[in-house]
């Protein structure tokens, strides 16, 4: 069975800069489009960004454009997400997930994203 672990979180000051990283097990990850999502309590999930399977498509919420970056190793079975500039807005937990919902697998436990002085 494929999963999806977050990993890379922490506290930052705004304007400061974090990598995450989504890894996969299992088979078909370089086949598979990858979105990072987010969320705070009392709040939805939001889309944040997402990878098509070979890398060549990428997109981005509003919110983070400009400022985050989505890329992927298939190599690594690794999908990353560079995010710049941070805000204390940006502060959530970090999901990744495939590109696809109606393949969405059940959510990992994220990783926590604090952006504060």
């Known amino acids: 069975q494929v999963q999806l672990v977050e990993s890379g979180g922490g506290l930052v000051q705004p304007g400061g800069s974090l990598r995450l990283s989504c890894a996969a097990s299992?088979?078909?990850?370089?086949?598979?489009?990858i979105s990072w999502y987010r969320q705070t309590p009392g709040k939805q999930r939001e889309f944040v960004a997402t990878?098509?399977?070979?890398?060549?498509?990428?997109a981005y919420s509003d919110s983070v454009k400009g400022r985050f970056t989505i890329s992927r190793d298939n190599a690594k079975n690794t999908v990353y997400l560079q995010m710049t500039s941070l805000k204390p807005e940006d502060t959530a937990v970090y999901y990744c997930?495939?590109?696809?919902?109606?393949?969405?697998?059940?959510w990992g436990q994220g990783t926590q994203v604090t952006v504060s002085s």
């Open positions: 997930n495939w590109r696809d919902s109606s393949s969405w697998i059940p």
């Open positions: 299992g088979t078909a990850f370089s086949s598979r489009g």
């Open positions: 990878i098509t399977s070979g890398g060549g498509y990428t």
